[in-house]
T-cell receptor
């Protein structure tokens, strides 16, 4: 199994540009989520999904959209990038959303918005 | 939502046990304690979790106090590869809200 994969690894955008961060998992996990990590702060949840067709907002959802059309994929869309979205983004998945399931994290996407 | 408090940094000699404390005094009865670690620039990695009883796996042991207000992660024989930031997290929410609240963690340096 490849686990959780993310593309791209690095990205530089200009303010106002749009892009999609890709996340895929091959473990048949129901639960997937997106986090951002900024210096001096813990990971913060952006959006999450408990299954295909179901998504919900996390702690910091503004400026980001998600969809979950398949179990495997959970893309994160930035419609109009802002410098405040410069961050490292991590995608994670777990078998279910239950309390006894570990989350598996991808390697991250390092995004810079100029 | 329950919060956690961890020391900012710790040092440990290679081959010795590393004991990482965590305070979660506001934890509720059905909340689990999770430990993850993040090696520089990588995604976080799950270590262990527990509810009431002490837990052990191939990576570490988790000791939870009887009142559940604090816990300790034990790496029995720390190696240089254990140098990382260690996060103690309490799972919050119910129903479909499955967010984990992440703090800043403890930066553990294992020294030769």
């Amino acid at each position: 199994n490849a686990g959780v994969t993310q593309t791209p690894k690095f990205q530089v955008l200009k303010t106002g540009q749009s892009m999609t961060l890709q996340c895929a998992q091959d473990m048949n996990h129901e639960y997937m989520s997106w986090y951002r990590q900024d210096p001096g702060m813990g990971l913060r949840l952006i959006h999450y999904s408990v299954g295909a067709g179901i998504t919900d907002q996390g702690e910091v959802p503004n400026g980001y959209n998600v969809s979950r059309s398949t179990t495997e994929d959970f893309p994160l869309r930035l419609l109009s990038a802002a410098p405040s979205q410069t961050s490292v983004y991590f995608c994670a998945s777990s078998l279910t959303s239950g309390p006894y399931n570990e989350q598996f994290f991808g390697p991250g996407t390092r995004l810079t918005v100029l | 939502d329950a919060k956690t408090t961890q020391p900012t940094s710790m040092d440990c000699a290679e081959g010795r046990a590393a004991n990482l404390p965590c305070n979660h005094s506001t934890i509720s009865g059905n909340e689990y304690v999770y430990w993850y670690r993040q090696i520089h620039s990588q995604g976080p990695q799950y270590i262990i979790h527990g509810l009431k009883n002490n837990e052990t796996n191939e990576m570490a042991s988790l000791i939870i106090t009887e009142d559940r207000k604090s816990s300790t992660l034990i790496l029995p024989h720390a190696t240089l590869r254990d140098t990382a930031v260690y996060y103690c997290i309490v799972r919050s929410g119910a129903g479909n809200n499955r967010k984990l609240i992440w703090g800043l963690g403890t930066s553990l340096a294992v020294n030769p």
